[in-house]
């Protein structure tokens, strides 16, 4: 299966830290990339290849991964960090990329 | 500075079909795989296909919902890619983006997105 499953939501204070997973069964074979959407505009890639950070991004993302679950985690959450965030993987073979449903993180 | 910018977009009917563009600059276009991505109202992200750079082969590969009804090309001459989209169906309403990568690196770059919306 190519599928990827995150939570629909996650919500946490200021300050705290915000964990978001992706699970799927091709992960163990593929990396996983997350990305962070802010309404009416384009996604930005914050981490790629499970646990790199692009120029620009904060060091507070940062990224892991478990077996067949990557996360996403934002510490010392600021209220800018409040978006949507998609993990993204590919296929078993690599040949198709595939995105999770997303998670809507709000920043209490 | 990188910048990617889609045109095209529009209103068109059940059955129809549209032409996307994305024009490109600040990068070595000729090295890039390009992809097309797109996004449903209040939907999650969509990706739609991909087109390699020439020099490792130029590979168009495609999402299972639009092969055979949509068609990737790229003019590294114009650093311009374009999707060319037959056979329109409602589920195609999205905004469509264009991205660099895809590969290794993830979808680095994005445009902004053009509205391609599908009603009769």
């Known amino acids: 299966s190519s599928e990827l499953t995150q ?3 996650v919500s946490v ?3 705290q830290t915000a964990r978001i997973t992706c699970s799927g069964d091709a992960l163990p074979k593929q990396y996983g990339y997350w990305y962070q959407q802010k309404p009416g505009q384009a996604p930005v890639l914050v981490i790629y290849k499970d646990t790199e950070r692009p120029s620009g991004i904060p060091e507070r993302f940062s990224g ?3 077996g067949t679950t990557v996360t996403l ?4 959450v600021q209220a800018e960090d409040e978006a949507d965030y998609y993990c993204q993987s590919a296929d078993t073979s690599g040949t198709y990329p595939v995105f999770g449903g997303g998670t809507k993180l709000t920043v209490l | 500075e990188v910048q990617l910018v889609e045109s095209g977009g529009g209103l068109v009917k059940p ?5 996307l563009s994305c024009a490109t600059s600040g990068f070595t276009f000729s090295n890039a795989w390009m992809n097309w991505v797109r996004q ?3 939907k999650g992200l969509e990706w739609v296909g991909r087109i390699k750079s020439k020099p490792v082969g130029g590979a168009i590969d495609y999402a299972a919902p639009v092969k055979g009804r949509f068609t990737i090309s790229r003019d590294d001459s114009k650093n311009a890619v374009f999707l060319q989209m037959n056979s329109l169906k409602t589920e195609d ?9 895809g590969g290794i690196v993830g979808f680095d770059f994005w445009g902004q997105g053009t509205l391609v919306t599908v009603s009769s």
């Open chain 1, 7 to 9: 939570p629909p939501s």
């Open chain 1, 13 to 15: 204070s200021p300050g």
């Open chain 1, 64 to 66: 892991s991964r478990s």
């Open chain 1, 73 to 76: 985690t934002i510490s010392g």
């Open chain 2, 15 to 19: 059955g129809g079909s549209l032409r």
């Open chain 2, 40 to 42: 449903a109202p209040g």
């Open chain 2, 93 to 101: 309403t999205a905004v469509y983006y264009c991205s660099t990568g």
